[in-house]
């Protein structure tokens, strides 16, 4: 049995080997998706002294975890938020210089805090993550 995780509502439940790499569907929210295929890699008999001839064992390896959908949702959200600060920011510096003062500043400012608040989401998105 493997353990797999549903990756709309991320619930974790048992399935046999016979259907990894299949389409199965989540008993909780009764979404379809594909179970991870199980990958093999050789490894070395560790009885290497009562047997001249070595032989390479099998042993099953789980894939790369991946992201969830909502930690995919807070990277792209932090994207465009740093973005968007980026370019009130832009929008509102050379106003600086000239006219505007005291809103110009606080564009500035606004703008800062936006690409801020973007960056945090974004990194927020990692957190997690099961590797």
Known sequence: MNRV???SCERKF???DREMG???MCPMCEINFRAP???WEDVEDEDEEDRPVRRKKRRRVA???SFTNAQIR???LG???IIVGAVVF???LPALSGRGGRLSARFVAYGVVIMIGGIVSFFFGFLGRED
Request: hydrophobic letters at 45%; aromatic letters at 0%.
């Open 5 to 7: 995780k549903c990756p």
């Open 14 to 16: 048992d399935l046999p």
């Open 22 to 24: 299949q389409r199965i």
């Open 37 to 39: 295929q199980l990958e």
């Open 63 to 65: 894939p790369p975890k």
């Open 74 to 76: 807070s990277m792209i």
């Open 79 to 81: 994207v465009i938020l």
């Open 90 to 92: 832009a929008l509102a």
